[in-house]
């Protein structure tokens, strides 16, 4: 009878975890500035130095001591500000709050303070509760900005009473943290990244380090669009670039402001991912400032107006050696308008030299995938072409068995039913243009599949295959994701009915995108090859139910080679699932933002995962799972596996099982698992 035996090989534990376990006591103040730089601004402001003195002079103009106080039991706000019953007023009374403390600290004339105790000290008894649509991004939009004021107050002589202090904390941990403390990363990102930057300011106030440590966790692993990664991708394009540029702005400045709070704290976020925030903000301002940066996706042309987010971030990165060309050009532009941003820009200096680093480094690894603007190869002479007006199907039957080409022509071609490929052909677009779209009056579930079983010599390239129930992406990216389709709609689906019954199938610079079930679905075929190809958000929940399907899923094949592709996003699945597989290469892809693992191996044999990055899912980075046999022969070797809420990499039951030269970084919920490694092994004797 076989044993089983644990075998945990503890590689390195969380850095993120540590720095945060060692930081125990809070510094106060201590949420977007610490005393040391706050006294820094004061005396750069008393001493006329710009450009301080001239956001001083325009924060003093915005300070009103006769603003009047309004304070709501009830707060609403609907979607649009609609109804919107108290939250105008929340939202001017906490700005005017944080303004007249910054005022009183800077001039030392408590009239300033009297004014932000008596905001602080009529909202805080009042208010009881939010609700409607934006209950949860108003009271993250607010919380943040009133604890900053309470800080400054609390620790200076402003005579904020006690018993008004205790208020003020009950009032945040009984009706803002129980609205906010389950997040909501169901929303666009924007959301969470404002939640964490106030959950972080409540932790501090109330001197709770277990809050505090919750949100830098979820900052980190946050799951759908919850967390930095989930955000920012390694290109630096954001969650909610083809939305609207003033919420990819929002979005930006409120995981940079959680950073900034976590930053005072001595808990760094800003360099964790290869500068993830400084990418997300150079990737918005090149596009802001006029350039066009690649989008999977159409970038939005939507607010493109400057927000006052960009002066923070671009003081941070710059004092640190790193180069941001395109924010310096956003912050300038909108720093002779700014006020409260600038003054707490600045980090007391240290003194300490900084060398140059240059400008942050977008990913490269599985990137640029999928189709191109252009196609990626010239289709020969003989080629047919067959416009969105004209059947595919018939041009396919045509030129079945004689190797020619069949090139659908850009723009939606809509399939009255499942394209059944023949063999001996090549199925080509002309790039993103050219959309392949299942008719939702069809009954059929799949949108391409194989005219015969023993399906061989064919090529699908540089099209795009769409699973969502309308052709064209509304204009909130969140809408349309899989798991809010309707519809049940599946990719590519090959399957035959033996190990080795289809033969040659080749997919270069495919895009196959918004699918309930898998992506891309190939059983029993050999020599497959997997180019540059962009499977991003299928696999939802459809029947049989979650975690069942993929990406992309291949189940009893010989010889398969997926390379320099992208595959993101599964809401529900992993990125790649091999079961019953032998002979598979899984090279230089991007694997990332996954419910379920990043690289799923089930009972398999001679696999091999090498120089992938695989970042931001939800379980382990790399599975290989127990069913009956076990897997064998597995190298994972030189990947970046980082920032996975389970293990890096984790191992049941395979022998001759070998992790080498790969990079762990932040893999592991530091809440959810004391201690977590990289790497877990599983071991059959």
Same mark, same amino acid.
């Given at each position: 009878?076989?044993?089983?035996?644990?075998?945990?090989?503890?590689?390195?534990?969380?850095?993120?975890?540590s720095?945060?376990?060692?930081?125990?006591?809070?510094?106060?103040?201590?949420v977007?500035?610490?005393a040391?730089?706050? @006294?820094?601004?004061?005396?750069?402001?008393?001493?006329?130095?710009?450009?301080?003195?001239?956001?001083?002079?325009?924060?003093?103009?915005?300070?009103?001591?006769?603003?009047?106080?309004?304070?709501f039991?009830?707060?609403?706000?609907?979607?649009?500000?609609?109804?919107?019953?108290?939250?105008? +007023?929340?939202?001017?009374?906490?700005?005017?709050?944080?303004?007249?403390?910054?005022?009183?600290?800077?001039?030392?004339?408590? @009239?300033?303070?009297?004014?932000?105790?008596?905001?602080?000290?009529?909202?805080?008894?009042?208010?009881?509760?939010?609700?409607?649509?934006?209950?949860?991004?108003?009271?993250?939009?607010?919380?943040?900005?009133?604890?900053?004021?309470?800080?400054?107050?609390r620790?200076?002589?402003?005579?904020?009473?006690?018993?008004?202090?205790?208020?003020?904390?009950?009032?945040?941990?009984?009706?803002?943290?129980?609205?906010?403390?389950?997040?909501?990363?169901?929303?666009?990102? *924007?959301?969470?990244?404002a939640?964490?930057?106030?959950?972080?300011?409540?932790?501090?106030?109330?001197?709770?380090?277990?809050?505090?440590?919750?949100?830098?966790?979820?900052?980190?692993h946050?799951?759908?669009?919850?967390?930095?990664?989930?955000?920012?991708?390694?290109?630096?394009?954001?969650?909610?670039t083809?939305?609207?540029?003033?919420?990819?702005?929002?979005?930006?400045?409120?995981?940079?402001?959680?950073?900034?709070?976590?930053?005072?704290?001595?808990?760094?976020?800003?360099?964790?991912?290869?500068?993830?925030?400084?990418?997300?903000y150079?990737?918005?301002?090149?596009?802001?400032?006029?350039?066009?940066?690649?989008?999977?996706?159409?970038?939005?042309?939507?607010?493109?107006?400057?927000?006052?987010?960009? =002066?923070?971030?671009?003081?941070?990165?710059?004092?640190?050696?790193?180069?941001?060309?395109?924010?310096?050009?956003?912050?300038?532009?909108?720093?002779?308008?700014?006020?409260?941003?600038?003054?707490?820009?600045?980090?007391?200096?240290?003194?300490?030299?900084?060398?140059k680093?240059?400008?942050?480094?977008?990913?490269?690894i599985?990137?640029?995938?999928?189709?191109?603007?252009?196609?990626?190869?010239?289709?020969?002479?003989?080629?047919?072409?067959?416009?969105?007006?004209?059947?595919?199907?018939? @041009?396919l *039957?045509?030129?079945?068995?004689?190797?020619?080409?069949?090139?659908?022509?850009?723009?939606?071609?809509?399939?009255?039913?499942?394209?059944?490929?023949?063999?001996?052909?090549?199925?080509?677009?002309?790039?993103?243009?050219?959309?392949?779209?299942?008719?939702?009056?069809?009954?059929?579930?799949?949108?391409?599949?194989?005219?015969?079983?023993?399906?061989?010599?064919?090529?699908?390239? +540089?099209?795009?295959? =769409?699973?969502?129930n309308?052709?064209?992406?509304?204009?909130?990216?969140?809408?349309?994701?899989?798991?809010?389709?309707?519809?049940?709609?599946?990719?590519?689906?090959?399957?035959?009915?033996?190990?080795g019954?289809?033969?040659?199938?080749?997919?270069?610079?495919?895009?196959?995108?918004?699918?309930?079930?898998?992506?891309?679905?190939?059983s029993?075929?050999?020599?497959?090859?997997?180019?540059?190809?962009?499977?991003d958000?299928?696999?939802?929940?459809?029947?049989?139910?979650?975690?069942?399907?993929?990406?992309?899923?291949?189940?009893?094949?010989?010889?398969?080679?997926?390379?320099?592709?992208?595959?993101?996003?599964?809401?529900?699945? !992993?990125?790649?699932?091999?079961?019953?597989?032998?002979?598979?290469?899984?090279?230089?892809?991007?694997?990332?933002?996954?419910?379920?693992?990043?690289?799923?191996v089930?009972?398999?044999?001679?696999?091999?995962?090498?120089?992938?990055?695989?970042?931001?899912?939800?379980?382990?980075?790399?599975?290989?799972e127990?069913?009956?046999?076990? !897997?064998?022969?597995?190298?994972?070797?030189?990947?970046?596996?980082?920032?996975?809420?389970?293990?890096?990499?984790?191992?049941?039951?395979?022998?001759?099982?070998?992790?080498?030269?790969?990079?762990?970084?932040?893999?592991?919920?530091?809440?959810?698992?004391?201690?977590?490694?990289?790497?877990?092994?599983?071991?059959?004797?």
């Amino acid at each position: 009878m076989k044993k089983i035996y644990t075998a945990v090989l503890v590689v390195a534990v969380m850095a993120m975890a540590s720095m945060v376990a060692t930081a125990q006591r809070f510094v106060h103040p201590g949420v977007s500035q610490t005393a040391a730089d706050l @006294a820094y601004m004061k005396q750069q402001v008393r001493k006329g130095e710009q450009p301080w003195k001239e956001a001083f002079d325009r924060l003093k103009a915005e300070t009103d001591l006769k603003f009047e106080v309004k304070p709501f039991t009830h707060v609403f706000r609907g979607p649009y500000g609609r109804p919107n019953i108290g939250g105008v +007023d929340l939202m001017k009374g906490a700005e005017m709050a944080y303004n007249c403390a910054l005022m009183w600290y800077i001039t030392d004339d408590k @009239a300033y303070a009297n004014k932000a105790i008596e905001i602080l000290n009529a909202w805080s008894p009042v208010i009881w509760d939010f609700d409607y649509n934006d209950a949860k991004l108003l009271a993250a939009l607010t919380g943040h900005v009133f604890i900053n004021a309470a800080e400054i107050l609390r620790y200076t002589n402003s005579g904020w009473q006690q018993k008004d202090i205790d208020q003020f904390s009950h009032m945040l941990m009984t009706v803002y943290y129980p609205l906010i403390r389950y997040y909501f990363p169901q929303a666009n990102g *924007n959301w969470d990244g404002a939640i964490i930057h106030t959950l972080m300011a409540i932790g501090i106030f109330t001197d709770n380090r277990p809050l505090f440590n919750n949100a830098v966790d979820h900052f980190l692993h946050g799951p759908i669009n919850g967390g930095i990664f989930k955000y920012i991708y390694p290109s630096g394009q954001c969650q909610e670039t083809t939305r609207d540029q003033g919420h990819v702005q929002l979005g930006l400045g409120e995981f940079s402001g959680a950073a900034q709070v976590a930053y005072t704290q001595g808990v760094d976020l800003f360099s964790i991912g290869n500068n993830r925030i400084a990418l997300g903000y150079e990737y918005t301002a090149k596009f802001l400032m006029g350039e066009k940066p690649h989008s999977y996706g159409v970038i939005s042309e939507r607010a493109k107006a400057i927000r006052d987010d960009f =002066e923070y971030v671009y003081r941070h990165y710059t004092s640190k050696g790193i180069d941001m060309p395109y924010t310096k050009m956003a912050a300038d532009s909108i720093r002779p308008k700014a006020s409260r941003s600038v003054l707490t820009a600045f980090r007391a200096p240290t003194g300490k030299a900084v060398a140059k680093q240059g400008a942050p480094r977008p990913g490269t690894i599985g990137y640029i995938a999928g189709a191109r603007e252009t196609p990626s190869a010239k289709a020969p002479a003989n080629a047919i072409l067959v416009t969105p007006e004209q059947s595919l199907q018939e @041009a396919l *039957n045509s030129a079945a068995g004689t190797g020619r080409w069949v090139v659908a022509k850009a723009g939606l071609h809509t399939l009255p039913a499942t394209l059944k490929v023949p063999s001996g052909v090549t199925l080509a677009g002309e790039g993103l243009a050219t959309i392949l779209f299942l008719d939702p009056k069809s009954a059929d579930r799949e949108v391409v599949t194989n005219a015969d079983p023993d399906l061989h010599d064919i090529t699908i390239r +540089d099209l795009v295959i =769409e699973g969502s129930n309308r052709p064209v992406p509304p204009s909130d990216p969140n809408s349309n994701r899989s798991y809010r389709n309707p519809s049940n709609r599946g990719g590519v689906f090959f399957i035959s009915m033996k190990e080795g019954q289809m033969k040659n199938l080749d997919f270069i610079n495919l895009t196959v995108q918004n699918c309930t079930v898998n992506g891309a679905f190939i059983s029993g075929a050999s020599n497959v090859t997997i180019t540059n190809c962009n499977f991003d958000e299928n696999g939802s929940s459809m029947i049989p139910g979650p975690r069942l399907q993929h990406n992309l899923l291949l189940t009893h094949c010989v010889g398969v080679k997926i390379r320099d592709s992208r595959l993101d996003t599964s809401p529900y699945g !992993s990125g790649v699932a091999l079961g019953h597989c032998r002979d598979v290469s899984v090279t230089s892809n991007e694997i990332a933002r996954n419910a379920q693992y990043g690289i799923l191996v089930s009972e398999s044999q001679n696999i091999t995962i090498e120089g992938n990055f695989i970042e931001a899912n939800d379980l382990s980075g790399v599975m290989v799972e127990y069913l009956s046999r076990g !897997s064998r022969n597995i190298s994972i070797r030189n990947n970046q596996i980082q920032y996975n809420t389970g293990y890096g990499v984790e191992s049941y039951a395979a022998s001759n099982v070998k992790a080498e030269k790969n990079t762990y970084v932040g893999n592991g919920n530091s809440e959810a698992q004391q201690k977590i490694s990289n790497e877990r092994f599983i071991v059959m004797e």
